[in-house]
C-alpha cells in the first residue's frame, strides 16, 4: 500500500446532480510540476445515489486523461467514481479520508453551519495548533445522520456557499490526517495546496483496524511516548 501524495493539488466540486463539470482552466492548474505533486478532484455529492452520496470521491486527471489538451472534463458521477476507483495510487489517501470524514464532519457541523468565516477561523488556528483532532469523537456516525448533516449545511447556506464549505472541511480534513501544511484557496487555483507530511506517512495508519491502533496507545501510554499516544488518538 503506498502512502499519501508528498504534495497535493485539488480542486474540490459539490454537487447535488448526477454530472460533474470541470473547467479546463481547474483541471489544467492540477497538472503536476514534479513527481512528488499530485493533483486530484475532489468530488461530493447529495443527488439520491445510495452507494456514492456523501462520499468523497478522488481523481487524478493527469493519470485519467493523459492525451487531453483542452476543454472541461464532464463526467456523470458515477463514471467519475469507477475512473478514480482504479487509481490505486491514491488508494491509501481515499481509505484515510473515508475512515475520518464523518466524525470530523459531524465535530464541526455546528460551525459550519453557523458560518463559513468562523469554520474557516477555527479550522485554520486548529491546524496550525496540531488539535484538529480534539473535538472529534469515536463513536460512530450512521449513514442517515450524515447525509442529515450534510443536507443542513446545504439547507442553511444553499448550494453555491456550500460548496465552499465542503471545499473548507476538506482542506483541513487533509490537515486532520496528516499533512501539516494546508492552503485553502477562496479565489484562483487550485482550490487546495497540501504538504508536509506528518510523521513521514501517515497514510499507514488506514492499515491499521480502529482496536489496532487503540492497543497501539495504550502501548505507547505504557512506554511513556505520550506525545505520540495523544497524535494517534487524533486520528481514531
Known sequence: MKSF?????????FSTGSIVSVP??????????????VGAIA????????????????LDPARAFPSRKAGPITLQVSEFARIAERQKHLYSLRQALSAA????????????????ANLQDELSVRQRTGTLGELVCTDAVLDCDHLSHLREIVDAHGEGVAGGV?????????????????????????DIM??????GAPANLAEFTRGEIERIVKLC?????????????ERI
Open 5 to 13: 501524495p508528498p504534495q497535493l493539488k485539488a480542486e474540490v466540486k
Open 24 to 37: 479546463e482552466r481547474e483541471w489544467q492548474a492540477l497538472q503536476p510540476e514534479a513527481e512528488t505533486v
Open 43 to 58: 468530488v461530493l455529492c447529495l443527488s439520491g445515489n445510495r452507494d456514492l452520496d456523501g462520499e468523497w470521491i478522488l
Open 101 to 116: 470524514w464523518r466524525p470530523y464532519l459531524h465535530a464541526y457541523l455546528t460551525l459550519a453551519i453557523a458560518s463559513r
Open 166 to 190: 465542503f471545499q473548507d472541511l476538506f482542506a483541513y480534513l487533509l490537515g486532520y490526517i496528516g499533512y501539516a501544511s494546508v492552503v485553502s484557496n477562496p479565489i484562483g487555483v487550485p
Open 194 to 199: 497540501a504538504s508536509g507530511l506528518i510523521g
Open 221 to 233: 501510554d505504557k512506554a511513556g511516548e505520550l506525545d505520540l499516544a495523544r497524535r494517534l488518538r
